[in-house]
């Protein structure tokens, strides 16, 4: 049943009262992450996240999967790192998960080895290709 009430459309679902006011996440849960009481600024936290939904997003593209599976893996990446630290957890690896967890939650599954192998490997400063998540795969 929907209403309208005080300039919003407001949709009763049973007891759950659905609005753009009502909001998943707390502002003190976001802004006190546990990245942040690691020692990572909020910047360079952001910074962090933007790359890895960028990793998601050219990886999906490469998949071929559907935008809404792409979105859906960049949604479970931000909400990891609202309950564990990137110090502790790699948002390369994190960004892989995610992808493959969102392709098979989107009714678009794709094998591991396929999501591993449309990541970038790592580059080391003397310019050999460093393969450690292939490695850790197989």
């Known amino acids: ?4 009430v005080c300039g919003q459309h407001r949709t009763d679902y049973g007891h759950i009262l659905l609005t753009s006011d009502n909001i998943l996440h707390p502002p003190e849960k976001v802004t006190n992450t546990p990245s942040r009481g690691d020692g990572i600024t909020a910047e360079d936290e952001r910074d962090i996240k933007i790359v890895g939904c960028e990793l998601i997003q050219s990886s999906g593209l490469l998949l071929k999967l559907p935008q809404v599976a792409m979105a859906t893996a960049q949604i479970i990446f931000h909400r990891f790192y609202l309950v ?7 948002y390369e690896h994190l960004a892989m998960a995610a992808i493959f967890l969102a392709a098979k939650i989107e009714e678009h599954p794709r094998r591991v080895r396929d999501v591993i192998n449309c990541f970038p490997p790592h580059s080391t ?10 490695r850790f795969y197989w």
């Open 1 to 4: 049943m929907a209403v309208f």
């Open 84 to 90: 564990k630290s990137l110090v502790n957890h790699n």
């Open 125 to 134: 400063s003397k310019g050999k290709k460093n393969h450690n998540a292939i």
